[in-house]
């Protein structure tokens, strides 16, 4: 079985407020080839930027105006083989559209957990996170996007890697010791990632953010008993990112290898 999975798009209805930072054909581009080469795909969390709206926090009327900026691709999603569950940008959309926080997989020998990872992560918790994505929004809207983009990507962001830490990767290295998952996949920190762990029994793996600058994506073959990262830059699978594992096939004691471009 072939399992494909994007995250952390962090689309918006106005431009000005998107993150994705690129066009409709970019992303179909990128949904189109997953559906054609997994059976599979799960959608990651922070799909939307549901925190633009015109309150401080989660916004959930704020999707419908999303998918339809970005209708070819939520039809392709709704009509295709999609799981998606909820990120902290977007918690919202579990309530409106229903979604489960967690896709858990068992396949070939291969237990396989995918949720976004924010439930690790404290400092997302409470008001002035809200607050300040409520501030970018607005600010992105009056037209200060540069700068937004600059403010976010020279402090928001390194603050927050260093707040974070290993939080996740501690909380893969906890749901990989207590309940056994051989891989488990998460996103939220926009940071491209495949790291053994507790005694090379399993993995975390993030595939970082989806863009359309960078259109990165993770395939897991169960048959192939492989898990790399990839950013699709033409025809193919891509190139693989560095950071990437593979195992040997069920039955045979767990090693992971690493695994480069």
Known sequence: MRIASIGDLHLASNPRQDKHWGAEDALLELLSHLT???????????VYQADFGPRVGGDPDLIAGIEHRYRRAFDLIRSGPFIQIPGNHDQVAEGRLGLARQVRVEREGWRILFEHGHRF??????????????????LRQ????????????????????????????????GLVREEGWDVVVMGHTHRTMCVP????????????ACTARHPRFLSIDTEAATVVVRELTGPGDGVILGGCASRPAPGVPTEWRMVSG
Request: overall charge negative; charged content about 20%.
């Open 36 to 46: 054609a080469s997994h059976e599979t795909i799960v959608l990651l969390g922070d």
């Open 121 to 138: 992560d404290r400092s997302v918790a409470g008001l002035c996170p809200d607050l300040m994505m409520w501030t970018m929004g607005r």
């Open 142 to 173: 009056l037209g200060f996007r540069r700068f937004c983009d600059f403010f976010e990507s020279s402090v928001l962001e390194p603050l927050h890697a260093l707040v974070l830490g290993d939080a996740l990767e501690r909380g893969a290295a």
């Open 197 to 208: 762990m507790s005694g090379n029994r399993g993995i975390y793996v993030n595939a970082g």
